[in-house]
Nanobody, 118 residues
Framework: HVQLVESGGGSVGAGGSLTLSCEVS???????IGWFRQAPGKEREPVAS?????TMNYADSVKGRFTISQDNAKNTLQMNSLKPEDTAMYYC????????????????WGHGTQVTVS
């Protein structure tokens, strides 16, 4: 049974940094890991993804500020130069291959961690 648990969210001032972690259990090999976020009243949107070959994909809004990494069971999203518009609930998710960045294409999800930038 695949489970994902996010951690590392919190409140930070504009320009600050946070590192989100996503621990995955139930998989014996690397898979596609995606980070998503959802702000109140908005749809869930892709932030970044990384596949088993460490090919990374970023939303234009976070390029140059966020860095995704994968290390077997522990996956991280390093977020620098945070802006108020980054405020959202952040989720990690997984699927076998990174053939899509759409949230609907991901099979397993964590419960999310809140990021607030003021």
């Amino acid at each position: 049974h695949v489970q994902l648990v996010e951690s590392g969210g919190g409140s930070v001032g504009a320009g600050g940094s946070l590192t989100l972690s996503c621990e995955v259990s139930g998989y014996t090999s690397r898979h596609c890991i995606g980070w998503f976020r959802q702000a109140p009243g908005k749809e869930r949107e892709p932030v970044a993804s990384i596949d088993s070959h460490e090919t990374m994909n970023y939303a234009d809004s976070v390029k140059g500020r966020f860095t995704i990494s994968q290390d077997n069971a522990k996956n991280t999203l390093q977020m620098n130069s945070l802006k108020p518009e980054d405020t959202a609930m952040y989720y990690c998710a997984t699927r076998s291959y990174c053939t899509t960045t759409s949230a609907s294409g991901f099979n397993y999800w964590g419960h999310g961690t809140q990021v607030t930038v003021s």
